[in-house]
């Protein structure tokens, strides 16, 4: 149980387009999503956390202009990289909070390389 | 600031045991996890410590000292496919995770 999904999991965009990335809860209801970004030998950077039906709280540092943070439902968060850029290219992950408050669950995660 | 550290890169051979640390320096503290995390993939969670002391599991074992700021996580009986990267990773409050830079661990025959 405990099933996170993203999708796509490899996209390739153009410089200036827009990215959409849907991460999914399969088996619970997420009401608290997170999403992180992981550049080439480093960890986990926390971008974002996304409550369902409320608006994302940013980390510092974060754009909350240009990485749109959508949680319409318990189970479906999108994060849309707006105005791609090169160095916006990067391992993007999505976690659930599972249904025991302290785990969270994470997907696939998502490569996105923007040329 | 946030700070939590892990060596970089271990090496091991098959069937050994090899012990990774972590120390950390957290605003908050509401539990230490560990996942692994093979490339490309995203991370599984491997246990969670919120009390100090041992938490076994299978080949894998977890210890916690918070007054030390102190993790480490011990793998036992090492096979090829533990070859992955570990992280190690603070919960600081509102269920943020604060994560190291994780350890690359190489098994080898």
């Known amino acids: 149980g405990a099933v996170v999904s993203q999708h796509p999991s490899r996209v390739i965009c153009k410089s200036g387009t827009s990215v959409k990335i849907e991460c999914r809860s399969l088996d619970f209801q997420a009401t608290t999503m997170f999403w992180y970004r992981q550049f080439p030998k480093q960890s986990l950077m926390l971008m974002a956390t996304s409550n369902e039906g409320s608006k994302a709280t940013y980390e510092q540092g974060v754009e909350k202009d240009k990485f749109l943070i959508n949680h319409a439902s318990l189970t479906l968060s999108t994060l849309t990289v707006t105005s791609a850029h090169p160095e916006d290219s990067s391992f993007y992950i999505c976690s659930g909070r599972g249904p025991r408050a302290y785990e969270q669950y994470f997907g696939p995660g998502t490569r996105l390389t923007v040329t | 600031g946030q700070n939590i550290d892990q060596p970089t890169e271990m090496t091991a051979t098959e069937g050994a045991i090899v012990q990774i640390n972590c120390t950390y320096q957290?605003?908050?503290?509401?539990?230490l996890f560990w996942y692994q995390q093979h490339a490309g993939e995203a991370p599984t969670f491997l246990s969670y410590n919120v009390l100090d002391g041992l938490e076994e599991k299978g080949r894998f074992s977890s210890f916690l000292s918070r007054s030390k700021g102190y993790s480490y996580l011990l793998l036992k009986e090492l096979q090829m496919k533990d070859s992955a990267s570990y992280l190690c990773a603070v919960s600081t409050g509102f269920q943020k995770l604060v994560f190291g830079t994780g350890t690359r661990l190489l098994v080898s025959p």
């Open positions: 957290t605003s908050g503290f509401n539990g």
